[in-house]
């Protein structure tokens, strides 16, 4: 089935400095890859999300790409700040299965003061 | 608008007990979702629904069961608990894009089965 695997699991940055998480799927059909934030004890929220008919998407200090040759995408956080830190997951859409989303285990970003 | 509620917060239940998990959202989404998360782990999900009266397997569907008689309401039951169904769970719902549209989580239920 499809897989999606994230890294790294634990990422910590200086503050104001850039962060990069990395996902790769499996699913050559997956169409759809978004990836989510949650704080401590929260919900998961989307902040982003690309399309396989896009290369890259950017929102202020959040931008993610994708290489659909190479199956993977990535986060990227410029500029971090203190309320980036949360654990962040990353998903694709799995053709299989209606285009259900397959999560990555998440990645816990510490941003250090 | 309240989005996705669920209920309750937190549950302890005993081996082979039996419950369900409540889940509510009031933004008219057709289609709603019922994942786990395990420590350390991203998100499975159990079950989902497209509109009312259609519901479908998810990755991990054993030892649980879903209706869905109404747009707002789709809850989660669980027969027989089991000490591996000790996770969070949480609800979520999306507009017509389906699971490729942005999806709501409610703010989670935490089960532990002893």
């Known amino acids: 089935g499809e897989n999606v695997e994230q890294h790294p699991s634990t990422l910590s940055v200086q503050e104001g400095d850039s962060a990069v998480i990395k996902c790769t799927y499996s699913d050559s059909a997956s169409n759809y890859f978004p990836w989510y934030k949650q704080e401590l004890g929260k919900r998961p929220q989307l902040i982003i999300d690309?399309?396989?008919n896009v290369g890259e998407k950017k929102d202020q200090r959040i931008a993610v790409t994708l290489n659909k040759t190479a199956k993977h995408f990535s986060l990227h956080i410029t500029e971090t700040q203190p309320e980036d830190s949360a654990v962040y997951f990353c998903a694709a859409s799995w053709s299989d299965s209606n285009y259900q989303l397959i999560w990555g285990a998440g990645t816990k970003l510490i941003i250090k003061p | 608008n309240a989005g996705v509620t669920q209920t309750p917060k937190f549950r302890i239940l005993k081996i082979g007990q039996s419950m369900t998990l409540q889940c509510t959202q009031d933004?008219?989404?057709?289609?709603m979702y019922w994942y786990r998360q395990d420590p350390g782990m991203g998100l499975k999900l159990i079950y989902y629904?497209?509109?009312?009266?259609?519901?479908d397997k998810g990755e991990v569907p054993n030892g649980y069961n879903v209706s869905r008689s109404t747009t707002e309401d789709f809850p989660l039951r669980l027969e027989l608990a089991a000490p591996s169904q000790t996770s969070v769970y949480f609800c979520?719902?999306?507009?017509?894009?389906?699971?490729?549209?942005?999806?709501?989580f409610g703010p989670g239920t935490r089960l532990t089965v002893l």
């Open positions: 629904s497209v509109g009312a009266g259609i519901t």
């Open positions: 690309i399309r396989s």
């Open positions: 933004m008219n989404h057709n289609y």
């Open positions: 979520a719902s999306s507009h017509i894009g389906g699971p490729t549209d942005t999806q709501y």
